[in-house]
C-alpha cells in the first residue's frame, strides 16, 4: 500500500495553463506539505495544513493556491505557469505538526513548463 | 537566520566508511535530521538528533553537537545501494517548518 501518493508523476505542459497536483495520505496523519525541488536539488517548504488548516505559507506566488479537503488530502493548483515553476514537487505528511515529527514523502510530481 | 551547510559531493569505496558533515546556524533549534534520496525518488527518513552525541542504528549513525551547531553522518561498510544524496534538515523558528540543506551526493564504487 501507497502511503502518500502524488497524480500525476510526471506534468508537461504550455507556460500560461494552469494546473494541479494531487496528494493523498493513507497514514492516518494530521499534517500535510508541500515542497519544491529545484534544479539544484534544494528541498524548499511551500505549505503546510494540520487538520485542514494553513499553518506554514511561505513566500511563494499567489499563481500557487493549496487547498486541503480533508486531513487526508492536500492538492496544489498552480495558474499561468511560468517556466521558472519546473521542478519536482513532492507532498509530504507528518502525524502531527510540530519540528520533531518525521515527515514522510511522496514520489513526487516532475513539472515541466514549456 | 537560517543557514544548513553540507559538502555538494563525495566518493567513496564499497566496503569503506564515509562521514557526510553538516554545519547549521538556527534560532530555536531543537533537533535535526537525516534523510536519504536515491535519484529520481522521493526523500526517505534516517535518523533525528536532538540531543548530543551518538546515536547508532545499523550501517548508519548520527552525531549531534548542539554548541558546535554540527552534525555529521557516518556510514559504515558502505554498499553500492548506499549510493544517493543525503539531506540534512533543521527545524527553524518554530512552528513545523523543516529547512533542508542542498544535499550531499554520495558516489559509492566498487
Known amino acids: 500500500d501507497t502511503a502518500v501518493s502524488q497524480t500525476p508523476k510526471y506534468l508537461v505542459t504550455q507556460m500560461g495553463n494552469d494546473k494541479s497536483i494531487k496528494c493523498e495520505q493513507n497514514l492516518g496523519h494530521d499534517t500535510m506539505y508541500w515542497y519544491k525541488q529545484d534544479s539544484k536539488k534544494f528541498l524548499k517548504i511551500m505549505f503546510s495544513?494540520?487538520?485542514?488548516?494553513?499553518?506554514i505559507n511561505e513566500t511563494v506566488p499567489n499563481r500557487f493556491s493549496p487547498k486541503s479537503p480533508d486531513k487526508a488530502h492536500l492538492n496544489l493548483h498552480i495558474n499561468s505557469l511560468e517556466l521558472g515553476d519546473s521542478a519536482v514537487y513532492f507532498c509530504?505528511?507528518?502525524?502531527?505538526?510540530?519540528?520533531?515529527?518525521?515527515?514522510?514523502f511522496g514520489p513526487g510530481t516532475r513539472l515541466l513548463v514549456l | 537566520g537560517q543557514n544548513i551547510d553540507q559538502p555538494t559531493e563525495m566518493t567513496a569505496t564499497e566496503g569503506a566508511i564515509v562521514q557526510i558533515n553538516c554545519t547549521y546556524q538556527t534560532s530555536g533549534f531543537n533537533g535535526l535530521f537525516w534523510y536519504q534520496q536515491h535519484a529520481g525518488e522521493a526523500p526517505t527518513f534516517l535518523s533525528y538528533n536532538v540531543l548530543d552525541g551518538l546515536e547508532e542504528k545499523g550501517r548508519f549513525s548520527s552525531f549531534l553537537s548542539r554548541s558546535k551547531g554540527y552534525s555529521y553522518l557516518l556510514l559504515k561498510e558502505l554498499q553500492m545501494k548506499d549510493s544517493a544524496s543525503y539531506l540534512c534538515a533543521a527545524p527553524f523558528g518554530g512552528y513545523n517548518k523543516l529547512i533542508f540543506g542542498a544535499g550531499t551526493r554520495l558516489a559509492v564504487h566498487p
Open positions: 509530504a505528511s507528518s502525524p502531527l505538526p510540530g519540528t520533531q515529527e518525521t515527515q514522510y
Open positions: 495544513y494540520n487538520n485542514k488548516e494553513l499553518i
